[in-house]
Nanobody, 124 residues
Framework: QVQLVESGGGLVQAGDSLRLSCAAS????????MGWFRQAPGKEREFVAG????????AYRDSVKGRFTISRDNAKNTVYLQMNSLKPEDTAVYYC?????????????????WGQGTLVTVSS
């Protein structure tokens, strides 16, 4: 069965960096587009970043462009989210996501959130 396990969150100060990891299992990881969503208390879940099955197509929401970088390591069945210059408004639970259809580009509306999430708290 599909399993996505997020890790790497923590409490940091504004301007600091964090690297989130999503360990995937139960499917052929290299064939699927992956992504990250986040949800702050009292707010709706929002798309953060996505990466195509090939790694050649990447998408970000406007508020994280230039600060966050999504990448994947197919040998480790892991997708990463490098977060630099963190801001208090980045505070949220971050969730890993998978496109249930293989061989597609990074398309936010096709990504399916999974896992327990990892909490990122950024203090001002």
């Amino acid at each position: 069965q599909v399993q996505l396990v997020e890790s790497g969150g923590g409490l940091v100060q504004a301007g600091d960096s964090l690297r989130l990891s999503c360990a995937a299992s139960g499917f052929t990881f290299s064939n699927y587009a992956m992504g990250w969503f986040r949800q702050a208390p009292g707010k709706e879940r929002e798309f953060v970043a996505g990466i195509s099955w090939s790694g050649g197509d990447i998408a970000y929401r406007d508020s994280v462009k230039g600060r966050f970088t999504i990448s994947r390591d197919n040998a480790k069945n892991t997708v990463y989210l490098q977060m630099n210059s963190l801001k208090p408004e980045d505070t949220a639970v971050y969730y890993c996501a998978r496109d249930p259809t293989p061989y597609r580009i990074a398309t936010a509306r096709y990504l399916e959130v999974w896992g327990q999430g990892t909490l990122v708290t950024v203090s001002s």
